[in-house]
């Protein structure tokens, strides 16, 4: 056993990073590899930056959406050439995860690439395009994967709580992006990976795609996301002799190692940015702890994700926002659990012991195919009383419009009323979490004053079903921002009848 945990633990030796990942052979002029050491530090992308942004004013601006819990500003940059043509909104996010360098290393790669490559600098012709190259600042400059607070920013688009959280989805909600990508790293040594195999596994992708199963996005999004988004993507990588797969990561289940494939949590910026009707994936490259080792073909892997996004992004504009139309018109029911399809199926993994890919059989939790065990009927507007200020500020930094009551209306509405309870003892990412049991009662409202109503006609209301209906996993009751007791009336109301 220690020998196989001293193999999971260190990076991967020049033997196999030879065989396996060899690094292209190309030139990339950004700051990490102008020096033999370390990754980019925020000053010298700064500096990278404002270089690229003084040699092409016509081209991009510099902004800040705020700053970090320690004061640095977060830089974001906007590439909106002036012309008259039908464009696209694309946003780009990097560095959410300190821990996580060709993430941003890649973006800036890519920047560098379009205002400076005739072959991509047409792609602004037709996109908008607004990116953040390094989120999480503080985490970035210690090489750490939380926000200054300890808190992982990538759990926390629903309950909002770190700075940095909420200067960023204020960024995001005012952009109104069309198509939305995150960009990450993983992990390929894990500890539960030395159980497998005679002397361990590595997880071999260089990429990994991670879009939305949640069913609170409309089916329409999240199958054009797959079979044009992700799909073409897949293309360039194979062309690159990349190797690729649907996002996997381990997980322990009745005591044996099992893996779940895709995302359905809003929590994350994946399913957080699909429920705003975008085009939305998170991008994961293999790269964390195995410090600069492949670091090209890392960065190169990312850019070449990149690029693809926009290379679609700008060949189907047209198509981009006739889908997203289709999916603000959809009224399907609101789903509060779902049910994973499981399934055995053989993925490719590095063994240790024979330094040989193989094909080896695992247990799926596939997210990406799930059915729908509780859920509502999706309502016309949900009604939240004034005083519950900090309710208000989140739903306003997701980008929801909340409007007075018009005084001459009665208001038959639904309230939920907390049956059964149960608060973890525990604090997951900062908040202590809950578990309901709601019944649903219809009143008339009174003292229309007192409330303000959330329209769910508008383009990011599937947000509005994750954090507020009571049972779902990353609502607000989940996360104790509305806090609740056996008995509570809760402060938020569900209109059904029409308007």
Do not use: W
């Amino acid at each position: 056993m220690p020998a196989i945990l001293f193999a999971q633990l260190n990076p991967q030796s020049k033997k196999i990073t030879d065989k396996f990942f060899a690094d292209p052979n190309i030139e990339i002029n950004t700051p990490a590899f102008d020096k033999k050491k370390g990754f980019t530090k925020y000053d010298e992308m700064m500096v990278f930056l404002k270089e690229k942004i003084a040699n092409h004013k016509n081209e991009v601006t510099l902004d800040f959406v705020g700053e970090s819990q320690k004061g640095k500003k977060i830089p974001i940059l906007f590439f909106n050439r002036k012309n008259d043509n039908h464009k696209v909104k694309v946003f780009f996010q990097a560095g959410l995860h300190g821990n996580e360098p060709a993430s941003t290393e890649g973006i800036l790669y890519l920047i560098d690439q379009i205002l400076n490559n005739s072959k991509y600098n047409k792609l602004l012709d037709r996109i908008n395009l607004a990116i953040i190259p390094m989120a999480n600042i503080d985490g970035y400059e210690k090489n750490n994967r939380f926000a200054s607070n300890g808190l992982d920013l990538n759990r926390d688009h629903t309950k909002l709580l770190a700075k940095e959280s909420k200067y960023l989805k204020q960024a995001y909600s005012n952009f109104e992006a069309e198509v939305s990508v995150d960009f990450h790293e993983y992990t390929p040594y894990r500890k539960d990976y030395a159980k497998l195999g005679a002397f361990g596994i590595s997880n071999i992708y260089d990429v990994m795609f991670l879009y939305s199963g949640n069913l609170n996005v409309p089916k329409n999004l999240r199958e054009y996301t797959n079979f044009r988004f992700v799909e073409n993507a897949r293309s360039v990588l194979t062309k690159n002799n990349l190797r690729h797969h649907d996002y996997l990561s381990s997980h322990k289940f009745q005591g044996s190692i099992h893996f779940k494939q895709g995302s359905n949590s809003s929590r994350s910026s994946c399913t957080a940015f699909a429920l705003t009707n975008s085009i939305s994936s998170l991008i994961e490259v293999r790269g964390v702890g195995i410090g600069k080792k492949s670091f090209k073909r890392r960065v190169n892997s990312t850019f070449l994700v990149a690029l693809s996004y926009l290379e679609t992004s700008y060949s189907n504009v047209d198509e981009v926002k006739q889908v997203i139309e289709q999916a603000k018109k959809d009224r399907s029911f609101a789903v509060l659990k779902s049910k994973l399809n499981i399934y055995k199926k053989d993925i490719q993994v590095l063994d240790l012991d024979k330094s040989e890919e193989v094909a080896f059989e695992v247990v799926i939790h596939d997210k990406l195919d799930a059915v729908a065990t509780d859920s509502r009927i999706r309502p016309q507007a949900y009604i939240i009383k004034k005083n519950q200020y900090d309710i208000i500020e989140k739903l306003n930094l997701l980008g929801l419009r909340l409007e007075d009551l018009k005084l001459e209306n009665l208001y038959n509405v639904e309230q939920y009323i907390v049956e059964d309870y149960f608060k973890e003892k525990m604090k997951y990412e900062g908040v202590y979490m809950q578990k309901v049991k709601i019944k649903i009662e219809n009143i008339d409202l009174e003292n229309n004053n007192d409330y303000l109503i959330l329209f769910m006609d508008q383009r990011k209301s599937n947000l509005a079903i994750e954090v507020l209906e009571p049972e779902a996993p990353n609502s607000f009751v989940s996360y104790s921002i509305i806090p609740t007791f056996v008995g509570d009336i809760l402060p938020v109301y569900r209109l059904t009848q029409k308007i």
